[in-house]
């Protein structure tokens, strides 16, 4: 099976990009959207460059967390962060924020893998110890869990 090294998944939101930015960069919202992430640890409001935060995760029985530092967080177009654990980079997960024309917005989520390079074999098992899923399946499990994170803000955005 060859392995995809990243995903992405939009939707359509009837909501202004503004919004649409301020919630995904309020990553304390993140567990209430996400299926994987269950809660953050981060200041309160939208994040800034450098800023950092921690992932608490869950999938079926197993739990971990990760370490995230805020990459990108251009309001109204992009917000994106990097994510590692004990010290390995793991991926880098982001949304694009895009006016539709028609006063809504369509948002991007996108993943890339950072799993390259001498650290890839211990991040790799890591990554299936903790999650229960393989490397080469994990851009798969993302892609799902994208489209139900972004329905659910969809849903929160346009109650």
């Known amino acids: ?21 301020r919630a995904v960069s309020t990553v ?30 869950r999938r079926g029985l197993r739990v971990w967390f990760t370490t995230c530092r805020v990459t990108t967080a251009e309001p109204g177009r992009e917000f994106a962060f990097r994510v590692g654990s004990f010290g390995l980079p793991i991926a880098e997960w982001g949304y694009r924020v895009e006016p539709d024309g028609d006063g809504g917005t369509t948002l991007t989520e996108y993943w890339r893998d950072l799993r390259t390079g001498r650290g890839a074999p211990v991040a790799e098992l890591l990554g299936k110890v903790f999650t229960g899923v393989p490397a080469e399946r994990r851009a798969a499990a993302n892609r799902t869990g994208m489209r139900l994170t972004l329905e659910r803000i969809r849903r929160a955005l346009t109650a």
């Open 28 to 57: 304390r919202r993140t567990g209430k959207w996400s299926p994987e992430c269950r809660a953050v640890w981060a200041r309160r409001g939208p994040l800034r460059a450098g800023d950092r935060f921690v992932g608490f995760n």
């Open 1 to 21: 099976m060859d392995r995809e090294w990243g995903v992405e998944e939009s939707i359509g939101l009837a909501a202004k990009p503004a919004a649409v930015y």
